[in-house]
């Protein structure tokens, strides 16, 4: 439902660009976004976008580093990952919702949400 892609091994200080394309029915949110997991650690919420207006959100110190936008295409959206550290290594998962503040500052779960990408960064 929502694909994904985008992911890969880079070392560190490196760049990927994840792209996450929701299909027709759980395109029709509020809000698309990212959050990642790593093996071990907890869901960490990366980014989100407001199809409304435009309004981002960045998790703590990735605002900087990460930027998330809206591609060409329709509903297409974009994570450019630049200065990427090890710790960056988890499988990034893009979803939908409402709105962002649901997520960033209610801390639910996407509505919809899709298999993944892995991103691995190697020092």
């Known amino acids: 439902q929502l694909q994904a892609s985008g992911g890969g091994s880079v070392q560190a200080g490196g760049s990927l660009r994840l792209s996450c394309a929701p299909s027709e029915s759980t395109g029709n949110r509020g809000a698309v976004g990212w959050y990642r997991q790593a093996p071990g650690k907890d869901r960490e919420e990366v980014s989100c976008?407001?199809?409304?207006?435009?309004?981002?959100f960045y998790g703590n110190s990735l605002k900087g580093r990460f930027t998330i936008g809206r591609g060409d295409a329709r509903n297409i959206v974009y994570l450019q990952m630049n200065s990427l550290k090890p710790e960056d290594t988890a499988v990034y998962h893009c979803?939908?919702?409402?709105?962002?503040?649901?997520?960033?500052?209610?801390?639910?779960?996407?509505?919809?949400w899709g298999l993944g990408t892995q991103v691995t960064v190697s020092s």
């Open positions: 979803g939908t919702a409402q709105a962002c503040t649901h997520v960033f500052s209610w801390h639910q779960q996407y509505d919809y």
């Open positions: 976008i407001s199809t409304n207006d435009g309004s981002t």
